[in-house]
């Protein structure tokens, strides 16, 4: 991490599930945790997350907390309920500095609708990760509002860095970005359900079939992890000529396997867009 955005003072409105995350993932990378402030509804994690190092603010007893706390950073990160951030938005608008930069990692909630509530020209980034951050291999789309300040983009993205890979995209890609990556990891959990629910149909034990169907596509995900690995020719490097992995690949695709992925992604992007629209 570079000095400069090692040097920053963060804030986590709102500390659950994504946005703890992300915290232990700039934690994980050697910001120093006296520059970090993370605000909780409730005394609940107050411990769990004080042994971090980091500073604690509960705003069920401190209701101007969150506008507080915000004042005082150079990077905030909004991580309440996607229905909470224009709520948050407003309530945080009058105590900014104008170099804060805000980033938003609830889904669905648009840069237009989060402008409307920040000071004119707010630096503002809408994120979108998924949950493989929480063990440093997630994925993180970012989009910047227009006119932003790349120096300051580039900083948000090596905060991000430490917990998987970032990508900087236009925000009309968002949508897409999540119903892959974002929804992404729950396909993956999806396949091994199905191979070991075969397994078990083959006559394997349970247990069995669940641990072989769990390591291989863990130990699949290692390979993928490689860099430069490319599916198709990893795939073709398992499948040889007119054996058993070849007769499996060949009958799913006999099977529609394929459009059926792309169906689901596209049925994904399509309730994303839809969210925005209701949520907006």
């Known amino acids: 991490m570079s000095e400069l955005t090692a040097s920053l003072k963060l804030a986590f409105l709102g500390t659950g599930s994504m946005n703890g995350a992300i915290l232990r993932g700039i934690l994980a990378s050697g910001h120093d945790p006296k520059l970090v402030t993370a ?24 209701l101007d907390a969150n506008a507080r706390v915000a004042a005082e950073a150079d990077v905030v990160f909004l991580g309440v309920k996607p229905v909470g951030i224009t709520e948050l938005c407003t309530a945080i608008a009058a105590q900014l500095q104008p170099s804060t930069v805000i980033v938003s990692v ?17 630096p503002l980034v809408r994120a979108m990760p998924n949950t493989p951050l929480q063990v440093g291999a997630g994925v993180v789309g970012l989009s910047p509002v227009a006119g932003m300040d790349p120096a300051q983009l580039d900083q948000v993205a090596e905060l991000f860095s430490g917990s998987g ?34 397994g078990v149909a083959m006559g394997l034990e349970e247990q069995l079939a669940i641990s072989l169907a769990r390591a291989t596509v863990a130990g699949a995900g290692k390979m993928l992890a490689e860099p430069d690995a490319d599916p198709s020719a990893l795939r073709k490097s398992v499948t040889s000529p007119k054996g058993t992995t070849e007769r499996a690949i060949a009958t799913f695709d006999e099977h529609g396997v394929p459009a059926t992925i792309e169906a689901g992604a596209r049925a ?5 867009a839809q969210l925005s629209a209701e949520l907006g």
């Open 39 to 62: 605000t909780i509804r409730s005394r609940n994690r107050e411990q769990e997350l004080e042994q971090l190092g980091i500073n604690v603010v509960v705003v069920g007893e401190d």
């Open 268 to 272: 994904a992007a399509a309730r994303a």
């Open 106 to 122: 609830a889904a669905a909630i648009t840069l237009e609708s989060m402008a409307a509530r920040l000071p004119v020209d707010q």
């Open 165 to 198: 890979d970032v990508h900087v995209i236009d925000e009309s890609q968002q949508d897409a970005l999540s119903a892959i990556s974002g929804s992404g990891p729950a396909y993956a959990f999806y396949l091994a359900e199905a191979m070991a629910k075969a």
